[in-house]
């Protein structure tokens, strides 16, 4: 028995009657034995005391959600699953398979494949003996589920939140919680195919979404690693000093150099001898110029970086899309895993004939090649060379929903293609039989909540809702077997038979 059964009844009335109120403590009088109301008297205080504290936490509790983090309104998901359906519609069109894999990892799978980005994976306290971490993209769980299916080959997709500890920019679509869209193929294959299709993909997708002209820069890690070395950087320092060339997209040479130099030691002239590299852009007359290059022509790795480039280039122009591609020696990409070609792909800020509000935006998709991750997993095992790209969900929906405010776009929120009403009181079974029929059929529809709604107030609802047919039935048309059609743009109404009302509906769903 609890120890609450052990108070009298008249104690029970005292409690309940102090625990309306709001006192900081309660007294009752010990009704029966001292020993029972000892007891008494303690649990009165208990529960006071409790019931206190929880007050106090709900009154200081604050109402948000948490920093980097956001509410995505029904207009908002709306917009969102549009450019969803656009990037996965592009991905299943390039033959890709889905996969799904944890929100969280062991924390030993994630470590040592971001370089720098580590600090920025969320940790877990101790579950079970496990230590997890939040995954950080979803490129290293797709390289682990290779290794531990032991899967050599495949194409697949991946839409999924990732979580990322950094200092969010909400502006410019920034956050520590976000979606990942992500297009990978494994396999050992011929050099470039696969790395150009990928490329054709981000084209595809931009282009799609009708987010303005575009660049994709495109860079080899082993070039970069050449040039370094040749450069005179010390090996220890090559992902130190990668990760701040990857900074030049935000930063100024000078404020990088700066950088280099006083945080990460590297000397002077070694920074000005990287200088003369990484502010050089172009095309394919670029990698020509290179192979030439004294320093860098001395390089086995930057010529075979340079190789595959050119053969990348001529695969792009028979894709048709080199001219929105830049061979650019700045892109560093700074994760530690990438060990081939490697592009970001950035929009272009051209003049507003429109009028249209600037909004600064970073990288909106970018990839590579990642030839040893999968062998992390497993060295014993044969390596599974990996080739991929990832859509900036977050950053495009920025742009989308800036636009859509500025132009002052509006959304439906729901799918809705017909609403069932009446103008007459004690007619909702009929509206539930008749809109039962409409469901059945496939048609999506709805009705009013009410027993007695007026008619007004629902032709109202279908306009703010954009539901473009009102299906309409009385008394009149219970007696003569037909159905009204009622069409909200043009509120033109017609008169059809019952038992033709599905087959008119969807006549004017599929013309319209």
């Keep these: 028995m609890s120890q609450f059964g052990l108070l009298p009844g008249r104690a029970w009335v005292a409690l309940i009657r102090e625990l309306l109120r709001p006192p900081h403590y309660i007294c009752i009088r010990a009704v029966g034995s001292h020993n029972q109301g000892q007891r008494s008297l303690q649990v009165a205080e208990a529960v006071s005391t409790s019931q206190l504290k929880a007050n106090q936490e709900k009154s200081n509790c604050i109402i948000k959600t948490p920093k980097g983090t956001r509410d995505l309104s029904p207009q908002q998901m709306v917009v969102r699953e549009k450019i969803l359906d656009t990037v996965v519609s592009c991905f299943k069109r390039h033959g890709a398979k889905g996969l799904d894999t944890p929100a969280f990892e062991l924390k030993e799978t994630l470590t040592e494949k971001y370089g720098e980005d580590s600090l920025l994976i969320y940790d877990l306290k101790d579950q079970g003996g496990e230590l997890l971490s939040l995954r950080y993209d979803l490129t290293v769980p797709f390289a682990r589920y290779l290794a531990m299916n032991k899967v050599k080959k495949m194409k697949r997709y991946h839409v999924g939140k990732v979580w990322r500890r950094e200092s969010p920019t909400i502006v410019q679509g920034r956050y520590r919680e976000f979606y990942q869209c992500d297009f990978d193929i494994a396999g050992q294959f011929d050099p470039m195919i696969p790395d150009a299709e990928c490329l054709k993909i981000m084209c595809e997708i931009i282009s799609g979404l009708q987010l303005g002209d575009f660049l994709i820069k495109v860079n080899d890690r082993r070039i970069i690693d050449g040039m370094f070395a040749a450069c005179g950087v010390p090996e220890s320092k090559f992902r130190a000093i990668c990760s701040s060339i990857d900074k030049l997209d935000k930063m100024s040479w000078e404020d990088v150099r700066h950088e280099m130099v006083t945080k990460k030691g590297l000397a002077p002239e070694v920074a000005d001898r990287i200088g003369d590299y990484v502010q050089r852009n172009g095309g394919v007359s670029l990698v020509e110029q290179l192979f030439q290059d004294p320093r860098l022509s001395q390089s086995k790795q930057v010529l075979e970086g340079l190789g595959d480039l050119k053969l990348l280039f001529e695969y792009l122009t028979v894709l048709g899309i080199a001219e929105k591609i830049s061979f650019d020696l700045s892109l560093a990409r700074g994760l530690d895993y990438y060990t081939g070609v490697i592009y970001e792909a950035v929009l272009r800020q051209s003049p507003n ?160």
Aim: with cysteine; hydrophobic share 40%.
């Design 353 to 512: 004939e429109t009028g249209e509000d600037s909004l600064s935006i970073g990288s909106v998709a970018a990839g590579g090649r990642y030839d040893g991750l999968v062998g992390m997993f497993n060295p014993s095992d044969h390596k599974v060379p990996c080739v991929g790209l990832s859509i900036g969900v977050e950053r495009i929906f920025s742009i989308v929903e800036h636009r859509m405010k500025v132009f002052g776009e509006k959304v439906r929120t729901t799918e809705t293609e017909v609403f069932v009403a009446t103008p007459q009181k004690n007619f909702l079974q009929e509206r539930l039989k008749l809109i039962a029929e409409l469901w059945d059929a496939g048609i999506k529809a709805e009705l009013m909540y009410k027993n007695n709604p007026k008619l007004l107030t629902q032709l109202h609802y279908c306009e703010n809702m954009g539901i473009p047919l009102v299906v309409i039935i009385g008394e009149q048309e219970m007696k003569e077997g037909v159905i009204k059609l009622h069409t909200v743009a043009s509120r033109e109404e017609v008169t059809i038979k019952r038992e033709h009302l599905v087959a008119e509906i969807e006549k004017r769903l599929s013309d319209s």
